[in-house]
């Protein structure tokens, strides 16, 4: 099997399966209980929390575990718009969001906030004079992925932030950060707010990472009791957040190498289907190199999938996330509907091989030229 789909899942690493695996079979107290078999698992969780803040340099009390991305996007979107009714009704998001991201908007606007789209370059980055000139006395947040999961564009988040705070110091910013964490190095300091996901990283499913600033007030979405955390109630899942927190130290393990030889990669891949016609790249210079977008003119992406299936290659299609099978990150940087609606997804990862991508070439090309043929006849 060739797996060539990290960006949409990754498999869990060995070691942390083992961390999992222990945390579940040896600490079996309830952190929230007072006896000495909860305070043995609330003491490894708050290690495990401990660990994650130290490698954010961040408080512990700024991390919330949640069930992934998805609900940390809510927690951030939701949560500050219910905080914040009387100071506005306006937020800012980019078009080249994840769909959860667009989906809580859609939310939103039904129980009347008012949702801004800020523009991007032909290169996907956001554009900075749109952006100031979008931020209003009451906006309360602009949300800005810090790398997209389709085409993999990175934002400067820093020079974004600069940018928001000059123009409206109460405006809060946050960045779901979910493709950018273990691929390149992110500060949790450029950002108010910020989503994570633990099976983007070699992790287990199930749990994300919600940062908050303490400064920063928002609603809760879910009300329980245990004390652990006031934005998340209910009894922790331990062994999933010892998990994460072992998967997260892995994955800043020689992160600059592991880019490096990843890019080697993407530009052997790349070089192959440049010279083949009816391909269209989907790749600007700010996209990172563990993820290689193309269209394909003239077959279908998903029975190209298929195809590619029969070799045991499993690449992505954008179908897996947005609504309908158009792209809107494409759209939002090539403005071509045929193109959004052809896209492949090619998601590397610093255990994807050498050799890996030379079958994955000579696969690809074997099925893109039985397809077009049909296609041509
Ligand atoms: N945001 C981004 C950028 C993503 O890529 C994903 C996963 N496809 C999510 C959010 C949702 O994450 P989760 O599956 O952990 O809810």
């Given at each position: ?22 945390a579940t079979k040896d600490f079996i107290g309830n952190p929230n209980s007072l006896h000495s078999l909860g305070v043995k698992t609330k003491t490894l969780m708050n ?181 652990s ?6 009894t922790p899942?331990v062994p ?138």
């Amino acid at each position: 099997m060739i797996y060539l789909d990290y960006s949409a899942t990754t498999p869990v690493s060995y070691d942390v399966l083992e961390s999992y695996l222990r945390a579940t079979k040896d600490f079996i107290g309830n952190p929230n209980s007072l006896h000495s078999l909860g305070v043995k698992t609330k003491t490894l969780m708050n290690s495990a929390n401990k660990q994650i803040a130290e490698i954010f340099n961040i408080l512990e009390s700024e991390i919330t575990f949640t069930s992934g991305a998805t609900e940390s996007n809510n927690m951030a979107l939701i949560g500050t718009c219910l905080a914040n009714v009387k100071r506005g009704n306006h937020i800012i998001v980019s078009k080249l969001e994840h769909p959860s991201i667009y989906k809580i908007c859609e939310y939103l606007e039904t129980i009347g906030f008012e949702i801004s789209y800020v523009a991007n370059d032909q290169e996907g980055l956001i554009d900075f004079d749109d952006l100031k000139n979008k931020i209003r006395p009451n906006t309360l947040l602009v949300s800005i992925c810090a790398v997209n999961s389709e085409l993999g564009i990175r934002q400067p988040l820093k020079m974004i932030r600069q940018i928001i705070k000059k123009e409206n110091p109460s405006t809060l910013f946050h960045s779901d950060m979910t493709q950018a964490v273990g691929k390149i190095p992110v500060s949790c300091h450029d950002v108010d707010m910020a989503s994570m996901s633990a099976h983007k990283i070699f992790g287990p499913k199930g749990i994300g990472l919600f940062y908050k600033n303490s400064r920063v007030k928002i609603t809760p979405l879910i009300y329980g009791s245990g004390k652990s955390n006031l934005l998340r109630p209910g009894t922790p899942p331990v062994p999933l957040i010892v998990a994460f927190s072992k998967a997260l130290r892995l994955a800043l393990v020689d992160i600059d190498k592991r880019e490096n030889f990843v890019r080697r990669l993407n530009e052997k891949i790349l070089g192959e289907l440049c010279k083949m016609e009816g391909i269209l790249i989907n790749q600007t210079k700010y996209s990172i190199p563990q993820i290689l977008n193309i269209s394909l003119q003239n077959i279908r992406p998903e029975t190209f999938l298929h195809a590619m299936e029969e070799y045991e290659i499993y690449l992505g299609t954008n179908t897996a996330c947005a609504s309908g099978n158009l792209s809107s990150s494409i759209m939002a940087v090539y403005n071509d509907k045929k193109r959004a609606t052809s896209s492949i997804r090619i998601s590397l990862s610093h255990v994807t091989t050498t050799d890996e991508i030379n079958q994955f070439l000579s696969a690809f090309k074997a099925v893109y030229n039985r397809l077009n043929s049909l296609t041509e006849g």
